[in-house]
């Protein structure tokens, strides 16, 4: 059976999106937003023609189930993911927005990504080439690609709106957030991270490092108790997803993810400017089965 289209762009009727993001359609409700999760995928900081069925289905329901499980944790935005329950004037896209979509509390985001790292990989990879650190944790000498640490390290970073976020030191991300915040955003990030992990292992698959975004609810009292979890948990696309069985440290995993879009990508020598690329149809179709197998494996569930 041919995959269904993919939803790149998102309306409800005539009302177009007050904000997008590479994935995601942010609908304005004032002290609510409706978040649609599309079917984009970006590689190499482009947004590419070509979407993926059904991920931001995944997305969406992947994250709804560890913001669930990290409820005891810490609270997070989601009011509602069941389109019945959203503004009336949604209800033209119910169709659209069912099983993609959240509607939320609108929380000020921190101006700081919440990195955790188990693994060594990515910009920490490179950085521990150059320094023996990552991020100013100092770690043993002679660690290879993919292995783990001794222990998960925090490592934020600043948020970009275009290119790749920028790796800071605990002490900038404390003069950005205040002292307090980022007391409480590095112990929840390294507590959520573990228990993912951990939750994950059994299951077979390895999580790498992530990403987490934490928002300040409005309302009076210390920033620090007004702390919520938004966006998205635990995901493919905010983490490295590694298959257990086939973990070997010494070189890149293979990953839930866009493992076969960034492997296309490299083969017909894009020079990763515009004009973005079409993605063929196997790579499209072997891409959704990486996202929806992690989803499987990771819910016990079918999609919805």
């Known amino acids: 059976m041919p995959l269904a289209d993919p939803v790149l762009h998102t309306s409800l009727g005539a009302r177009q999106p007050d904000r997008t993001g590479k994935v995601r359609d942010i609908y304005d409700f004032g ?5 649609v999760a599309t079917d984009r995928i970006s590689a190499f900081d482009c947004i590419l023609a070509s979407g993926i069925p059904d991920k931001g289905k995944v997305l969406t329901q992947i994250s709804r189930f560890w913001f669930e499980r990290m409820r005891a944790v810490v609270p997070n ?9 959203y503004p009336a004037e949604t209800r033209v896209a119910a169709a659209m927005l069912a099983g993609r979509s959240m509607f939320v ?12 790292r188990g693994y060594l990989s990515g910009s920490g990879l490179k950085d521990y080439q150059k320094t023996g650190a990552v991020c100013g944790h100092q770690l043993p000498p002679g660690l290879v690609d993919s292995d783990r640490l001794p222990a998960p ?4 970073a600043t948020k970009e709106s275009s290119g790749h976020d920028i790796n800071i030191s605990e002490a900038d991300a404390a003069a950005l957030v205040g002292q307090a915040v980022f007391d409480k955003v590095k ?13 994950a292992e059994k299951l077979g698959i390895i999580i790498a490092d992530t990403k987490f ?3 300040l609810l409005p309302g009076a009292g210390r920033p620090e108790d007004r702390i919520i979890l938004i966006d998205e948990v635990l995901t493919p696309d905010s983490s490295r997803f590694w298959p257990r069985a086939s973990y070997t440290p ?17 083969s017909i020598k894009w020079n990763k400017q515009p004009p973005v690329p079409s993605l063929p149809a196997d790579v499209i179709e072997k891409t959704r089965e990486k996202y929806i197998e992690a989803f499987r494996r990771l819910t016990g569930k079918e999609l919805e």
């Open 31 to 35: 002290d609510r937003l409706l978040i």
């Open 77 to 85: 935005h989601i009011i509602s993911m069941v389109p019945d329950d």
């Open 105 to 116: 509390k609108a929380a000020e985001p921190l101006p700081i990504e919440c990195v955790a």
């Open 153 to 156: 390290i925090f490592t934020p």
């Open 187 to 199: 112990a929840l990030t390294l507590k959520i991270y573990s228990e993912g992990v951990a939750y």
């Open 213 to 215: 975004e934490f928002g």
């Open 250 to 266: 010494g070189g890149p995993q293979p990953s839930f993810d866009k493992q076969f879009v960034r492997d296309y990508l490299e």
